[in-house]
T-cell receptor
Framework: AQKVTQAQTEISVVEKEDVTLDCVYETRDTTYYLFWYKQPPSGELVFLIRRNSFDEQNEISGRYSWNFQKSTSSFNFTITASQVVDSAVYFCALSEAGQGAQKLVFGQGTRLTINP | DGGITQSPKYLFRKEGQNVTLSCEQNLNHDAMYWYRQDPGQGLRLIYYSQIVNDFQKGDIAEGYSVSREKKESFPLTVTSAQKNPTAFYLC????????????????FGPGTRLTVL
């Protein structure tokens, strides 16, 4: 069975600090996809990134970066120089690969608060 | 503007009533999904549909029903059989992957918050 664990329930930092959100996953599949979504107070889930299991390159997008390590089954997310607008709940999710619609398995989410 | 719309944003239901949540997308996506989110928890899959006139149960389908008569629409009915319906409901859609070993990204609507009075 697939499982995603986000051990950090809540994180609070002061603006401009760097912060890393942890994500550990379990799957027996050799091909799978990992995702990060942001949920601001409005409630809508905003897609941030998708990574497939064969692509272990780290990715950077502005102040956001992602570190994918298959050896430790982790897909961590770092925000550099955090800003108040980064305050949200962040979800890591896992999906099988295959034809047809695929279920997303979500972690519990990490509530990130950036204080001015 | 392409996207997913859900209505209403807030919904109040009396015990014993059925209510229907609307989800519409104009992204030309084949697959659509319904998730439920409870406070402090991640999302759980209720139902999903890969194509018109076809849908499958997710992990927590009991007390819910869906239909998929049009590609653009995937309404969810919360029946009186659902014991704890108060939650935040999110609809999503994705393009249908036609290659084995490929999964497309799911995009989400703004959600409907259902409260049972």
């Amino acid at each position: 069975a697939q499982k995603v664990t986000q051990a950090q329930t809540e994180i609070s930092v002061v603006e401009k600090e760097d912060v890393t959100l942890d994500c550990v996953y379990e799957t027996r599949d050799t091909t799978y996809y990992l995702f990060w979504y942001k949920q601001p107070p409005s409630g809508e889930l905003v897609f941030l990134i998708r990574r497939n299991s064969f692509d272990e390159q780290n990715e950077i997008s502005g102040r956001y970066s992602w570190n994918f390590q298959k050896s430790t089954s982790s897909f961590n997310f770092t925000i550099t120089a955090s800003q108040v607008v980064d305050s949200a709940v962040y979800f890591c999710a896992l999906s099988e690969a295959g034809q047809g619609a695929q279920k997303l398995v979500f972690g519990q989410g990490t509530r990130l608060t950036i204080n001015p | 503007d392409g996207g997913i719309t859900q209505s209403p944003k807030y919904l109040f239901r009396k015990e014993g009533q059925n209510v229907t949540l609307s989800c519409e997308q104009n992204l030309n996506h084949d697959a659509m999904y319904w998730y439920r989110q409870d406070p402090g928890q991640g999302l759980r899959l209720i139902y999903y549909s890969q194509i018109v006139n076809d849908f499958q149960k997710g992990d927590i389908a009991e007390g819910y029903s869906v239909s998929r008569e049009k590609k653009e629409s995937f309404p969810l009915t919360v029946t009186s059989a659902q014991k704890n319906p108060t939650a935040f409901y999110l609809c999503a859609s994705s393009a249908q992957p036609h290659e084995r070993g490929y999964t497309d990204t799911q995009y989400f609507g703004p959600g409907t918050r259902l409260t049972v009075l």
